[in-house]
């Protein structure tokens, strides 16, 4: 049985809950990755990996002969200045490749401010923040690409993802506070965009532009409440946005919206483990006492 070649251009949280998805299935697959650092054989779970070196322009020469091999790719590296590094370097490469598919994870915040309305994968690209505007460029050159050679390329934009290493829980544990304007947001949990990814690169349709979003999109408010019940903190501060310092939070808290799911569950038939933010702050907390 052949092995399935997974090529990942940035290795970070979700490609790792992608290789753990793929072991637990017990699908044969290799895969190699990139990093900033230097090209290194590195080992991830049971798995034996080649890293390649890969920042801005230079990357090691050696990762063409393996990515010309992969049958699947996923791009995670975020925009730079409105430029996709990945294009910037291997467009000439993707024009002749033989993939069988490639992801590009983009982000719900193409769709920008929505004043807490819903969205789904036809509504205007609104985004007009920092990372709205760069995801929104970038998807245009990745589509076009996808036109251009008739290539199976898919965009997946990504709702804000939590998991057990990253979530509200850590967060209000540590300062109790949260943001007091009210503002509408969807989520997902990495283990569930995990298997959207894994489904989305063996489903026999092609080109899709897909939400990976759970089922319950809800307000900053709701959510900090949730985590503070949990963790039984009584004395939750609302803290007003232009209090805080971090020039990508106040970016963040431009937008409201209520991203719909629907088009990924019916094009993936994809049931998820978490299927809102209770669910998943909730196994969270049970399981980190």
């Given at each position: 049985m052949n092995k399935d070649r997974f090529f990942f251009f940035g290795f970070?949280?979700?490609?790792?809950?992608?290789?753990?998805?793929?072991?637990?299935?017990?699908?044969?697959?290799?895969?190699?990755?990139?990093?900033?650092?230097?090209?290194?054989?590195?080992?991830?779970?049971?798995?034996?990996?080649?890293?390649?070196?890969?920042?801005?322009?230079?990357?090691?020469?050696k990762l063409i002969k393996i990515l010309s091999e992969a049958d699947y790719i996923l791009i995670s590296i975020p925009p730079k200045k409105k430029r996709d590094l990945v294009l910037k370097s291997f467009r000439k490469f993707f024009k002749k490749s033989k993939f069988k598919k490639l992801i590009y994870l983009s982000a719900t915040s193409v769709y920008g401010n929505h004043k807490g309305k819903w969205v789904n994968e036809k509504s205007k690209l609104k985004g007009n923040t920092k990372f709205g505007l760069g995801r929104k460029s970038v998807e245009k050159l990745w589509i076009k690409l996808r036109d251009q050679y008739k290539l199976d390329i898919n965009i997946l934009r990504v709702s804000g993802i939590y998991s057990k290493e990253s979530n509200v829980l850590k967060k209000i544990s540590k300062n109790s506070i949260y943001v007091k304007e009210k503002k509408y947001f969807s989520r997902i949990r990495v283990e569930d965009l995990a298997q959207i990814i894994k489904k989305t690169f063996y489903s026999k349709q092609s080109s899709l532009i897909l939400n990976a979003s759970d089922d319950k999109p809800a307000t900053n408010i709701e959510v900090a409440n949730f985590a503070a019940k949990l963790l039984k903190i009584k004395n939750l501060k609302p803290v007003p946005i232009s209090n805080f310092k971090n020039k990508m939070i106040k970016e963040f808290y431009k937008d409201s919206k209520k991203v719909s799911n629907k088009k990924m569950k019916n094009k993936l038939l994809i049931k998820l483990k978490y299927p809102t933010y209770k669910e998943g702050l909730r196994n969270i907390f049970n399981n980190s006492r």
């Open positions: 970070g949280q979700t490609a790792k809950y992608l290789v753990k998805n793929l072991e637990r299935s017990k699908k044969k697959f290799s895969f190699s990755a990139t990093n900033t650092k230097k090209t290194t054989l590195k080992t991830f779970g049971k798995k034996k990996f080649l890293s390649y070196r890969f920042k801005d322009k230079l990357y090691d020469k």
